[in-house]
């Protein structure tokens, strides 16, 4: 029975690419039994199940390194202990990606959900539990100033997503909406989803209770007239404004440039009266 395989025979044999072999060569991992005068490659049956285990472990996610080094000494301990290291690697890498998938859950859900709100302009009463938040006090009067406050918000804190779509906004306090004056906001907020901020001064929470709450499509600087709806549905209903008002953005620019799309809500805590 003959013992000699070429490059391309072994490289189908094992289903991986003549390239691939060429490169263990250049590196040392799996290099030939033979190669003849005209640089073919031949292999033997006894490199099988070396080439098997650089695959196995290549899969496992050992890099060709680590693989090279264990093929070298093959001591059972420290070929234990590679894979206890890469295992725990591997469960990191689990909690990473399953952290990425509940992101993109938080992020499709709302805007799916958003899409199909056909109750524009028309107030509803809510009861919405805590919610955690980051904020920062600050007087915002324009989108220059919106851009700039959230930025300066996000250097206070420690973050790993850079993606904020839909969770971020900006509040009017109970003062400015008792006197109707909505062309101002008093702070920035980032609703916070997961636990990846460090605890900072600017961490609180809207507190759970009901809200009357209004959503609108359209342009930022609409906002005014659908507090006015609010506040308006508010004292018809004889109820009592109990804090200040906080306003979300869920579709925008960074999802749509059809500003027939956009949507916004507004929520304004309040208490009926005795």
């Known amino acids: 029975m003959r013992n000699r395989f070429s490059i391309g025979e072994m490289a ?15 590196i040392g991992l799996l290099i030939p039994i033979q190669v003849g005068e005209n640089g073919y490659r031949y292999y033997s049956a006894e490199q099988f199940e070396q080439l098997d285990t650089i695959i196995y472990l290549k899969r496992l996610g050992l890099t060709l390194e680590k693989i090279k080094g264990h093929l070298k000494y093959r001591n059972v301990e420290e070929f234990l202990e590679l894979l206890r290291k890469q295992q725990r ?11 990425i998938r509940k992101r993109f859950d938080r992020r499709i859900y709302p805007i799916e959900e958003a899409l199909g709100i056909t109750e524009i302009g028309g107030v509803t009463i809510k009861h919405i539990p805590q919610r955690k938040i980051i904020r920062m006090d600050e007087m915002i009067s324009n989108e220059l ?6 930025k300066k918000l996000l250097g206070k804190v420690a973050w790993t997503s850079a993606l904020f779509i839909g969770n971020v906004g900006v509040t009017i306090s ?39 709450c209004i959503f609108y499509r359209g342009c930022h600087d609409q906002s005014p007239y659908y507090y006015q709806l609010l506040i308006d549905y508010i004292a018809d209903q004889g109820l ?12 925008d620019d960074f999802i749509t440039r059809d500003t027939a799309l ?13």
């Open 12 to 26: 189908k044999l094992h289903n991986v690419p003549i390239k691939t072999l060429r490169y263990y060569d250049e």
């Open 89 to 99: 690697a591997t469960e990191r890498s689990i909690q990473e990606l399953e952290l």
């Open 145 to 150: 100033e919106l851009e700039l406050a959230v």
């Open 174 to 212: 109970q003062t400015q909406l008792e006197k109707r004056m909505f062309g101002s906001y008093n702070s920035v907020f980032i609703m916070v989803e997961e636990e990846e901020f460090v605890s900072v001064e600017e961490e609180t929470q809207f507190g759970e209770g009901e809200y009357a």
């Open 240 to 251: 009592s404004l109990d804090g200040e008002a906080n306003e979300r953005t869920i579709i």
């Open 262 to 274: 956009h949507l916004t809500e507004i929520q304004v805590p309040i208490i009926r009266k005795a």
